[in-house]
């Protein structure tokens, strides 16, 4: 097998708004490489619907800041949080210089509302696509010192005397040795790992492998959030929260508002809709009669539901794997406790989130997060290292068989016996020094998945909730 060999200031895995983020405020002097696992728009980001929260157009972040509390049951890192929403303040203008634009009516801004959200403080593009007319928009404005490679599978991290100084991967099939001054990890969340899900069928929870085994700490891997509203039709689709915003009710197929006995009603914090719609026995739909110009708004909504023969006015929903709170612990800037390692986005506990995150969140982090490791970031020398890392010698088979299993207890209610059994049968795995792109592949998710199952077994020993709070050095210390 033939390897190539490339040299870069920095390497960062991954191609989403963090990754993108970051790329665009690194200093234009150094040379950035991203590498995504597929295509360059297979992301999380470029799906994103509902939008980027943000508080630009009020007198203070402090609304912000107390829904985000809030939302997570006051588990947050209040410092992060403060962080998240000030520097969130100026996420809009700072995204529209780069040639942004976010959806307008007569009256200015045409801002949407999601769950536990006080005011309408969501910036949308193109409706319910934002993910994509962002992250189109950003990709076009990436200065000349960045580069990106599609269909790299990063296999492992290379240390050389306790710093990261590269990474294995494969280009396609071949080889590939990427030599970096210092490493991003950008690699986005876990749903990928089971087929109910929201996300991108990409997003495996590469990223926190890849850190624990070069030592990097990972916190709150238990902390998984489920939206509650995905289409319940063969294949996953999201059904944004913004729908909610715009006046659709959860009903019953008697047409009762399974919300009414919240406050909140049906903008109640994900998490507890969620939980509703799980122990509801019989349908849920989305009753959207009351929402208007629904055609205009959410495009890819009535795209989709047009295709799938579904009546738009009620829309069967049921939850679905959605977000990681958990992560590879980091500092304010994103630097992990490994030199030359750091991480942004979903793959990152930087503790704004807490036990569940509040709507449309995830995009600011990676900005604002984004332009704060790239203003940190040390360059060192890249170096010529290798791995020995080796790969479970599985077929496909055996490896569709463990996903079943996972797919089976990485619920909202984890079946605990499920989970026991699957990391029995990985345990005893053999393994092989021969490795291809795809035993590399399938075994980057079986060990994401075993992390997460050693982390929800662990935590359900201690605290059945999880509901302690989180402070900036509990996250970084
Ligand atoms: C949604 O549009 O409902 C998802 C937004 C988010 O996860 O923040």
Sequence with gaps: MSLQIKKTDILIIGTGLAAVATALHVPSSLSVLLVSKGEVTSTNS????????????????????????????????????????????????????????????????????????????????????????????????????????????????????????????????????????????????????????????????????????????????????????????????????????????????????????????????????????????????LDTTKVKRLRDRFPKLVATCDKLGIDLRQIPVRPGLHFHMGGIEVDESGRTDVDGLYAVGEVADTGVHGTNRLASNSLLECWVFGKRVAEAIQVNDASLATSDVMVYDISPETFQAFRHQIGKWLTISPNLDEMKCFLQNTQTLTLTKHVTRQLSEQTLQLDAARLLAQSILEMERYDEHDLSTRTAATVSD
């Design 46 to 285: 470029d799906l994103a619907q509902g939008g980027i929260a943000s508080s630009y157009l009020e007198e203070t972040s402090e609304a912000h800041k107390e829904d985000t509390m809030l939302a997570s049951n006051r588990t947050s890192c209040s410092e992060r949080v403060d962080i998240l929403v000030k520097e969130g303040r100026r996420a809009i203008e700072e995204m529209e210089r780069f040639g942004v634009r976010f959806d307008r009516d007569e009256d200015g801004y045409a801002l949407g509302r999601e769950g536990a959200h006080q005011l309408h403080r969501i910036f949308h593009a193109g409706g319910d696509e934002t993910g994509r007319h962002v992250m189109r928009q950003l990709r076009r404005s990436l200065p000349d010192n960045v580069s990106i490679l599609e269909h790299v599978l990063v296999h492992d991290l290379v240390m050389k005397e306790g710093r990261v100084v590269g990474a294995l991967a494969f280009h396609h099939e071949e080889m590939l040795q990427l030599e970096a001054g210092a490493v991003i990890l950008a690699t986005g969340g876990i749903g990928g790992l089971i087929d109910w899900t929201s996300n991108a069928k990409t997003v495996t929870g590469d990223g926190l492998v890849l850190a624990n085994r070069c030592g990097a700490k990972l916190t709150h891997l238990q902390q998984i959030q489920f939206h509650p509203t995905l289409l319940a039709a063969e294949e996953p689709h999201l059904v944004t929260e913004a729908l909610r915003g715009a006046g659709a009710k959860l009903v019953d197929a008697s047409g009762n508002h399974v919300m009414a006995h919240d406050p909140l009603g049906s903008l109640a914090p994900r998490d507890v809709v969620a939980r509703v719609l799980t122990d509801h026995v019989g349908l849920v739909f």
